[in-house]
């Protein structure tokens, strides 16, 4: 990989000294193909991967991607808000992404799908794939041909963060059964029913942190340093109790008592259970609305 980041670099630089040779055009299609096999779209972005690797290495699996099968294979993630699901699809994208001819994670499908339909999606879609530009050109109409006729011609990754209706993927013009062979889609969602009802062929059901990795990750957002009050220490397995080992909530609660002390932490404990801070409330309904 060193070598390969190596030669970007100086192949880049040789790119003005060769614009007027005939080697130009080739020498400018290896600097993109490398720079697209190294380049992850969320490299150095997600953090807090306690316990993550071997949860995602299970959802690697799932897809099966070093068998001898080409089939097209549909994997479901699905779970209560909050829970990490969306965390462990990235690093997914992360680790997977370059196995495939194109690739695309299009975040909060539900929210593109509300304020313009499905063809807002399958712009997303096409622009990450197929890198197409100026696509407001194009009708609806259109927009769904070049998904339908295009993109299922290539081996392609595809990631739906947060479908919350099984209209968002029926009315993409993506027919898993054609798609080219190798391909991928994972679909994040909270409810398990959509999966079931599109034919996802695994369906993942991420589960709440062991009291291990909760610690840790508390650990990691409510203290600063290794300088621990032994006072707050001893009121951690309360606040692991409150959380719920929840990722989210233990992110949102272990930040707010950071850098406070014992008594602060005592009242704050009363106050959560009392009236809890708008914060943590946020945080909690969103696994609440997700309940029938």
């Known amino acids: ?69 080409d089939n097209v294979r549909v994997l479901g993630i699905c779970g209560m808000g909050g829970i990490g699901k969306t965390t462990q699809a990235v690093v997914l994208y992360d680790r997977i992404s370059y196995k495939f001819d194109a690739c695309c994670f299009v975040e909060n499908v539900n929210k593109i799908y509300r304020d313009g339909g499905a063809t807002a999606i399958q712009k997303q879609i096409v622009r990450q794939t197929l890198d197409e530009k100026n696509l407001e050109i194009y009708s609806p109409f259109e927009i769904s041909g070049i998904v339908r006729n295009r993109l299922h011609n290539i081996k392609v990754l595809i990631f739906l963060d947060n479908v919350d209706q099984i209209e968002q993927l029926q009315e ?25 009802v599109y034919g996802a062929h695994v369906i993942h059901k991420v589960s709440l942190m062991n009291d291990n990795d909760a610690r840790k990750l508390f ?66 309904q969103i696994s609440i609305d997700g309940l029938q």
């Not at 059964?177 to 398990?192: A, Y």
């Not at 014992?262 to 106050?271: E, I």
């Open 1 to 69: 990989i060193l070598t390969l980041f190596y030669l970007t670099d100086n192949l880049a630089s040789l790119l003005f000294f060769f614009s007027s040779r005939p080697e130009f055009r080739e020498i400018e299609n290896i600097v993109q193909e490398v720079i697209k096999t190294l380049g992850h779209k969320f490299s150095g972005f997600v953090d807090d991967l306690i316990g993550i690797q071997s949860r995602v290495q299970e959802l690697e699996g799932s897809l099966k991607l070093s068998s001898n099968n």
């Open 172 to 196: 993409l013009a993506i027919n898993p059964n054609f798609l080219f062979e190798g391909s991928r889609m994972i679909i994040i969602t909270r409810d398990e029913h959509i999966l079931k």
């Open 219 to 284: 650990y990691s957002k409510a203290f600063k340093s290794e300088d621990q009050s032994s006072s707050c220490v001893e009121l951690i397995p309360e606040v692991l109790k409150y959380v719920q080992c929840l990722p989210l909530a233990i992110k949102v609660i272990g930040s707010f008592l950071c850098t406070r002390n014992a008594t602060q932490w005592k009242d704050a404990l009363d106050r959560f259970q009392n009236s809890p801070d708008n914060g943590i409330m946020d945080v909690l």
